[in-house]
């Protein structure tokens, strides 16, 4: 059986640089790895959606099947919303970063955002967990707002029964950043990794 991870949110978040590390540290512990990145990725601002798949024995399509998605990561509260129906089921575990980040219309005034405590309460309801953090005030911070996405991955690597650990994240960042990046990225993987060892019950 594959374990079906989803990173969603917005352009700019480091979404594709998050799958990526995941990707790189899932190989390194010799799982089988697949990864599809969809929608805009070239636009600033836009949806970006990171399908990662691993599996220990065999490899699986890209993209995965409605409905099927273990664990979702949520960079932006309404971009989970979004993946919600297609991917979502009862049983699917929700981490998301409760910080909005407004679309174009809703600046224009063209449309409300919605609440994001109602956004809270249809997650809570949706899936088998719901770790909810403002992901985006820790890493304003540490300094550094694009650290959202690995403030978002130690949540990931505490999460029971997923594969990886924070090593394995730390390890495989020591060949993607200059040195001088690597202690702050490192605290912010830590960080995330506290808060869901701290709210798990």
Sequence with gaps: MALNLI?????????????????KAAVKRGLRVTIGETFGLSQRGGPVMSHIRLSRKRDYGPLIPPNKAHIIIGLEPLETIRVLPEYGNSETTFV??????????????????????????????AGGKLYWLDAT???IDLGAPILLNMIMLGTLCALPDFPLQMYDFKDVLVDMFPESRLELNYKALEIGNEFITENEN
Excluded: F, H
Excluded at 104 to 125: F, H, K, Q, W
């Design 137 to 139: 005030r820790l890493a």
């Design 7 to 23: 990173i969603t949110g917005v352009g700019g978040q480091g979404n594709v640089l998050a799958s990526q590390v995941v990707g």
């Design 96 to 125: 998301v970063n409760s910080w909005p980040v407004y679309p174009l219309n809703v600046i224009a005034d063209e449309v409300e955002y919605p609440d994001t405590e109602r956004i809270r309460s249809i997650l809570e309801d």
